[in-house]
């Protein structure tokens, strides 16, 4: 039989594929509470122990330290099927899955041999820790580096700040985006060194979900995404010991440097969902067309000119998204490296923003051709096309994508990371 997934990435391996199935089991209970997360704007809090039983919270975990031992394709491959049930829940699983790269990137870095003999054990010792905690643990960790504050120089600013104090450490600041507040046991927090002006003064920090001076910043109810709890934190004299912190000077960018794309390198599996989203409203629409019939003839809807040309701009903008981040994945994936980290930097910065609109637009279209009958609220259509909005601007707007690669076309160099 096969895989949701198959539609997207065509060559999965069994291993690939036996992970994959465990994410479609899955899938009927994201999709009961879909329409209900969504109305009320709040995750579905048995969720997490629906994935953590299957096994998911580990997927890209090393099979060491108590996870599947999947890969980049893996997790594209699941945020993509789970995408088509639940964008919201797909959303925040990513940005969970999203924090192993914490653990596996300074492992990167230090067969790299990017850490000195000091350095190495305490590198070691935290990347490990976050690897455990999301496989022999099962632990949910909601990653948190965005913040309001922009920088026009970079691309992530850090303003939350670190102060040492007795045993630890002090965190104030505000984070703006990052989903699964309240949520996730524990927050995996970036914040920059007190007195430090530079990215060697990042530092990242594990913070239990109920610590004293942990607040939720704002309740997120925007137009679609509902319900991924991406309320935001406000840290105000939050205490972390010093073994829950990695505050090496110029550790994180040295661990940064080991990804092949974006810079916590698996941001391809996030834009995954909003193409897994697009095809279920793909197929909605296709089978509510060939499913209402003109009353006159008892033909299709589907038959009609004016549908048809609506199902051709979506096929062609469906099929434009497969491109876009097929070649993404490949680019990202691939055993030796096709092309080298700038142009693969370049192609990123595009690729994200092209995917998106062309979701987007098939949502659009959709809507156009099921008419007022598909236009409810909750319905199907309507939720999409919602979701798919905040792909437009949660991905950054596409216009952005093309000024910043023509940028390094043109001047040979990229917006710094991190300001």
Not at 5 to 13: G, Q, R, S
Not at 307 to 323: F, N, P, R, S, W
Request: include cysteine; proline fraction near 4%; charge should be neutral.
């Amino acid at each position: 039989m096969k895989l949701i997934a198959e539609n997207f990435i065509e060559n999965l391996t069994l291993a690939e594929k036996a992970r994959v199935q465990l994410a479609e089991q899955v899938l009927p209970a994201l999709r009961a509470h879909a329409e209900q997360s969504d109305r009320t704007g709040e995750f579905y809090a048995p969720h997490v122990e629906t994935l953590k039983s299957a096994g998911l919270l580990g997927l890209i975990v090393p099979e060491a330290y108590g996870g599947l031992g999947g890969g980049l394709r893996d997790l594209c491959a699941v945020t993509y099927t789970l995408g088509t049930a639940c964008p919201s829940t797909a959303l925040a699983y990513f940005f969970h899955c999203s924090s192993a790269s914490r653990g596996l990137l300074p492992l990167e870095a230090l067969s790299a041999n990017l850490f000195n003999a000091e350095e190495a054990p305490i590198v070691r010792a935290f990347a490990e820790k976050v690897l455990h905690k999301m496989g022999k643990q099962g632990y949910w960790l909601a990653n948190f580096a965005s913040e309001s504050a922009k920088s026009s120089t970079a691309a992530v600013n850090i303003s939350t700040t670190a102060t040492p104090t007795t045993g630890g450490w002090l965190l104030n600041g505000v984070k703006s985006f990052g989903c699964a507040t309240g949520v996730a046991d524990e927050y995996l927090v970036t914040a920059r060194l007190v007195d430090t002006t530079t990215a060697d003064g990042l530092a990242l920090f594990f913070v239990p979900r109920d610590a004293a001076g942990v607040s939720e910043r704002s309740k997120w109810n925007s137009i679609g995404m509902r319900a991924t709890a991406t309320h935001g934190l406000i840290l105000k004299d939050v205490f972390i010991a010093d073994t829950e912190a990695l505050t090496l000077p110029g550790a994180f960018v040295k661990m940064m440097q080991m990804s092949r794309g974006s810079f916590v390198g698996n941001q391809v599996a996030g834009i995954a969902i909003y193409l897994g989203a697009a095809q279920a409203v793909y197929d909605y629409a296709l089978d509510f067309l060939m499913k209402y019939k003109f009353e006159d003839t008892g033909k299709p809807i589907a038959t009609s000119p004016f549908h048809q040309e609506l199902i051709g701009k979506m096929t062609v903008d469906l099929e434009t998204a497969y491109l876009w981040l097929r070649r993404q994945l490949q680019l990202e994936s691939s055993e030796t490296p096709i092309l080298p980290k700038p142009l693969v930097v370049r192609q990123w910065r595009m690729c994200k923003g092209e995917v998106n609109e062309a979701c987007f637009r098939v949502a659009v279209n959709a809507l156009k051709a099921c008419g007022t009958g598909q236009t409810e609220n909750s319905g199907a259509i309507a939720r999409s096309l919602r979701d798919m909005a905040m792909g437009l601007v949660q991905a950054f707007p596409a216009e952005r994508g093309r000024l910043e690669a023509a940028k390094m076309v043109v001047d040979g160099r990229e917006q710094a990371q991190f300001g």
